[in-house]
């Protein structure tokens, strides 16, 4: 009788969970990097947290800094003891090194949560294309410097992509903040 009750409550407490309606999309990718104070850091680490990713370079003088800015914006919004993680990964590692993404994040990181990384270039390539399914690659003619993408991607506690988000748009902010909490429930 105890365990049939056991059961039950375990069953109510299941059901009663909030699940997002944020659709699955794709895990992860399983890389590893180096982050800003030269420390490894496997995106695996990172599980448990629902976490903010976006591509930027510190040379990048268009669209990085607004994302990097609205990172900036989305970290406020959000509780610091939520259980949330924000990550930053150079395109251009040749010159990101951990110093210079350490002098980058004194202009925008407001809170510890928020890690810079860089690594091996076909690493990073290869987990924004073939992991995260964003662009990623070599310059384009008259393009930027280097190719990468205007996306935040926001990944649940298990490491699954739930969600994209223009980070260049100032309107995202609130919307990766939701989501962010939303998933951050689950």
């Given at each position: 009788?105890?365990?049939?009750?056991f059961?039950?409550?375990v069953?109510?407490?299941?059901?009663?969970?909030?699940?997002?309606?944020l659709?699955?999309l794709?895990?992860?990718p399983?890389?590893?990097?180096?982050?800003?104070?030269?420390?490894?850091?496997a995106?695996?680490?990172?599980k448990?947290n629902?976490?903010?990713?976006?591509?930027i370079?510190?040379?990048?003088t268009?669209?990085?800094?607004?994302?990097s800015?609205?990172?900036?914006?989305?970290?406020?919004?959000?509780a610091?003891?939520?259980?949330?993680?924000?990550?930053?990964?150079?395109?251009?590692?040749?010159?990101?090194?951990p110093?210079?993404?350490?002098?980058?994040?004194l202009?925008f990181r407001?809170?510890?949560?928020?890690?810079?990384?860089t690594?091996?270039?076909?690493?990073?390539?290869?987990?924004?294309?073939?992991g995260?399914?964003?662009?990623?690659?070599?310059?384009?003619?008259g393009g930027?410097?280097l190719?990468h993408?205007?996306?935040?991607?926001?990944?649940?506690?298990?490491?699954?992509?739930?969600?994209?988000?223009d980070a260049?748009?100032?309107?995202?902010?609130?919307?990766?903040?939701?989501?962010?909490?939303?998933?951050?429930?689950?």
């Open positions: 009788m105890r365990a049939a009750k059961a039950l409550f069953l109510l407490a299941v059901s009663c969970a909030r699940r997002s309606d659709p699955r794709f895990p992860v399983d890389a590893k990097f180096v982050d800003d104070t030269g420390k490894p850091l995106l695996a680490s990172l448990g629902v976490v903010v990713y976006d591509f370079f510190t040379s990048c268009g669209v990085c800094p607004i994302m800015n609205n990172m900036k914006q989305v970290v406020a919004k959000v610091k003891d939520a259980p949330v993680r924000f990550v930053s990964i150079s395109v251009d590692p040749q010159r990101d090194t110093k210079l993404l350490s002098d980058y994040a202009r407001n809170d510890a949560r928020w890690t810079f990384l690594g091996d270039r076909t690493e990073i390539v290869r987990a924004a294309v073939q995260f399914k964003l662009a990623a690659g070599d310059p384009t003619p930027e410097a190719l993408s205007s996306k935040f991607a926001v990944a649940d506690k298990e490491g699954m992509i739930r969600a994209y988000f260049s748009n100032g309107e995202a902010i609130d919307q990766v903040a939701n989501a962010v909490a939303e998933l951050a429930e689950e």
